[in-house]
């Protein structure tokens, strides 16, 4: 299993954006979905968003309207684009193979990327 690379993270202001990239393998961005997931300080890790290797998108509740997953099958990557950014999307994400039902497919996490949306 090729374990994904995240980056994209940072400390941003309330109302912002950012950009996530997922780095993963040509092999398991054809395979499978992807997933976003985010762990905030003292929680367990959630379901954010997934593509699948249709095109197909899910999100959770509190995303909906401000995040878009994305996918370029070129570099093999899985973009999470983050607008309107609120301080309860703090926490580090992670990128995971995913079930069409959002829980992660594999048990192995990559080190994640911050996010800190703060005044």
């Known amino acids: 299993q090729v374990q994904p690379v995240e980056s994209g993270g940072g400390l941003v202001q309330p109302g912002g954006s950012l950009r996530l990239s997922c780095a993963t393998s040509e092999s398991i961005l054809t395979l499978t979905a992807m997933g976003w997931y985010r762990q905030a300080p003292g929680k367990q890790r959630e379901f954010v968003a997934l593509?699948?290797?249709?095109?197909?998108?899910k999100y959770v509740n509190s995303v909906k309207d401000r995040f878009t997953v994305s996918r370029d099958s070129a570099k093999s990557t899985v973009y999470l684009q983050m607008n309107n950014l609120k301080p309860e999307d703090t926490g580090v994400y992670y990128c995971n193979s995913a079930r069409i039902s959002g829980t992660p497919l594999f048990d192995s996490w990559g080190q994640g990327t911050q996010v800190t949306v703060s005044s």
């Open positions: 593509i699948t290797n249709g095109g197909g998108e």
